[in-house]
């Protein structure tokens, strides 16, 4: 079987809706995303796709990527989850980066990126992650990060501060983003912050893929 066929047959968790034309072979979209996803540069993937006989460049990977718009889809199977945030650079500014993991099974259930850690954003993220999941009666994993304890306070959350224990999937996961972003330093030079975002969701999605 040509390794092209053999690729197309295992490859089928990204939605390709976002195609418009057939000038490139959905599997090969499908690999050039996971190539990315998984630690190649975009060069990288274009020059693997060179050599499956797909010549495309390193901007169309880079385009594939972020008009997938992948999300991280769960389901919450424990009675708690890790919550924390996390500084990300873009364009030599600070950002927060909200993250939530199922300790459970270690899926990430959201994330989401904002110019400034608030109240308002920490409510924000909050809401959200409390629409997509019903999380009525899920206790919240916490370190001492402030906005995060004091919002969880006063809107009457239920939360344990802890710096161990089931917490930690939380900060495996951003252990794993930082080394990520590290792995190639252009990740998150000359892009808008909603593109780091959908990169950054994008990166979830593979990592769920891989938990189950």
Known sequence: MAESERLSKCIEWIDLSFVERDRTPEWAIQVGIRCHLADMSTRDASQFLDELGVQRSHVAVHNWVHKAELQPVSTVSADQLAVDEKVIRINGDDYWLYG???????????????????????????????????????????????????????????????????????ERVFWEIERRTSSFATSFSHVEPQTAESWLKALAVRHNSRQS
């Open 100 to 170: 939530a993991v199922d300790p459970q099974t270690n899926e990430i259930l959201h994330f989401r990126l904002f110019p400034a850690t608030t109240k308002q954003t920490t409510r924000w993220f909050l809401t959200e992650l409390h629409r997509r999941y019903r999380l009525d009666g899920v206790e919240f994993l916490v370190d001492d990060a402030d906005y995060l304890v004091n919002v969880l306070d006063e809107d009457g959350y239920r939360f344990q501060m802890i710096s161990h224990g089931n917490r930690n999937a939380i």
